[in-house]
């Protein structure tokens, strides 16, 4: 790159540096999308344990035991997503 003028070796470093840019600019799309689905995924979650939870109790109250096998079942199926739309 020595034998080639200031302006070429400008345009050259300027090609680089856009190109890391749409990189980072990628990347931070996909690192917020990706927070957004872990986020999704907590509250889903959160929402089917208390439920499982309340079923539980319930069952408890009855007189039933259940156990913790039987609970993580309960959290399995309810967590199905069952819509195929």
Not at 8 to 21: F, G, N, W
Not at 23 to 34: C, N, P
């Amino acid at each position: 790159m020595e034998n080639t003028d200031i302006h070429t070796r400008l345009m050259a470093l300027q090609a680089r540096l856009d190109k890391a840019e749409r990189q980072l600019k990628r990347h931070e799309h996909t690192g917020a999308d990706h927070r957004k689905t872990i986020q999704d995924f907590r509250r889903r979650y959160k929402i089917i344990s208390d439920r499982v939870d309340k079923e539980v109790e319930d069952q408890e109250k009855l007189g039933h035991h259940v156990t913790d096998l039987e609970k993580s079942l309960r959290l399995w199926v309810k967590g199905l997503d069952f819509d195929m739309t």
